[in-house]
Each structure stands twice: as structure tokens, then as C-alpha cells.
């Protein structure tokens, strides 16, 4: 089944020490998305690759950094994690510019824990 | 800016229908989207409304949507414990193919 990965579903990382999440996808989708979701909070976007060109958003903190080597990965690195980017993160993928409307396929999630 | 509102819980009994409200603030929004998580996995698109629709029926899912108060809703028919999970509530920014900014999502509990 065509789908979205992500790996692992759980991270357990110190304080300051470097974390990187991946995500992969199966559906040949040309844009993929990477959100912070904390307990009982929307799931926030922090940015999203359109084919090979990256989206910052504007809030955004400088810790976070994302690679797309190729169609299928995306990397979330986060440089110095703080224990306040504990939280879920999600990643998503959609082709664009396809249907009218923009349907999104998320992955299950990596959970993050800073100590 | 954009912002979505939503209630955080609802609990409903087996049978009955449930309806989650949802409010949002951004009037150019072409679509409105409600998706689902399910526990342990991704949110999954349950449907969608297009911005010059009131009214939309798949099933047992109705959206109703008020763009005057910019209201948008969901009901469930005939509810069932299968239905439990967490509702999330989107709108698009910058055209029907934006980002999407997502409302904190409702949790429905279904009691047999």
C-alpha cells in the first residue's frame, strides 16, 4: 500500500544534543510537509518542500532545519532541541497542483521527548 | 492572522448523532477540510467542502457550512465506537491549494 513513513515513532533525545526524524513516502507526491503538534494543540506547520524548493514559515525557530535529498525523504533536524520542541511531529505529503483541493497524507508521527 | 476555533471534547452515546462546530477566520478560504486521527495514526482526510457550498452529504457524514458567520460543522449520523477519534477542523490560506492551518482538533468519545 502506498503510504507515508516515518521513523522512529518515538525519539528520546538530551537536552542541546542533535535529532533527526525521517519521513519517506510511497505515493510519488511532489510536496511534503513537516508539523510540530503539541498535547492538545493543532498541529502547527513548520514548513514544507515543493518539489525541491523549501518553504520556510515565518515563525519558524532557526533549530530546525529539513533535507529532501529525493522524491521519497525528508529529514527534520533539529539542531539544539530545548525541552519546549517536545511534542509530536507529523509529516505530510500532497501533489500539487493536482485536484482542486488539497488533500494531505500524513504519516502516524514521530514523538519526540527532550531530557 | 488565520485562525481555527474548536471545542476540545465531545461524548456522545452509540446511535445518536454527533455534531462538532468549528469556526475559522480567513473568509478567502476555498476549501474546508475536516480530517481524522485515529490512535497511533496520521490524520486522514475525511472530507471536504468547497467555500460556495452550504451543505454537503457523504453517507452518514453531513458538513454544513455558514460562510456569512464563518461556521462550519460536522454531523455524524447514527454515531458508532468506531467513530472515536480526534476531529480536526482546516482551512487553506493563499488559494484552494495553500497550506492548511488546523483547529486543535474535538475528541469524541462514543459510550456503547
Known amino acids: 500500500d502506498a503510504m507515508v513513513i516515518q521513523n522512529p515513532r518515538y525519539q528520546v533525545t538530551q537536552f542541546g544534543k542533535p535529532v533527526t526524524l525521517s519521513c519517506s513516502q510511497t505515493l510519488n507526491h511532489n510536496v511534503m510537509y513537516w508539523y510540530q503538534q503539541k498535547s492538545s494543540q493543532a498541529p502547527k506547520l513548520l514548513f514544507h518542500y515543493y518539489d525541491k524548493d523549501f518553504n520556510n514559515e515565518a515563525d519558524t525557530p532557526d533549530n530546525f532545519q529539513s533535507r529532501r535529498p529525493n522524491t521519497s525523504f525528508c529529514f527534520l533536524d533539529i539542531r539544539s532541541p530545548g525541552l519546549g520542541d517536545a511534542a509530536m511531529y507529523l509529516c505530510?505529503?500532497?501533489?500539487?497542483?493536482?485536484?482542486?483541493?488539497?488533500?494531505?497524507?500524513f504519516g502516524p508521527g514521530t514523538r519526540l521527548t527532550v531530557l | 492572522g488565520e485562525d481555527v476555533e474548536q471545542s476540545l471534547f465531545l461524548s456522545v452515546r452509540e446511535g445518536d448523532s454527533s455534531v462538532i462546530n468549528c469556526t475559522y477566520t480567513?473568509?478567502?478560504?476555498?476549501?474546508l477540510y475536516w480530517y481524522k486521527q485515529e490512535p497511533g495514526a496520521g490524520l486522514q482526510l475525511l472530507t471536504y467542502?468547497?467555500?460556495?457550498?452550504d451543505m454537503k452529504q457523504d453517507q452518514r457524514l453531513t458538513v454544513l457550512l455558514n460562510k456569512k458567520d464563518k461556521h462550519l460543522s460536522l454531523r455524524i449520523a447514527d454515531t458508532q465506537t468506531g467513530d472515536s477519534a480526534i476531529y480536526f477542523c482546516a482551512e487553506s490560506y493563499g488559494g484552494s491549494q495553500g497550506n492548511l492551518i488546523f483547529g486543535k482538533g474535538t475528541k469524541l468519545s462514543v459510550k456503547p
Open positions: 480567513d473568509s478567502s478560504s476555498t476549501y
Open positions: 505530510a505529503t500532497s501533489t500539487l497542483p493536482g485536484r482542486s483541493y488539497n488533500e494531505q497524507f
Open positions: 467542502i468547497f467555500s460556495n457550498m
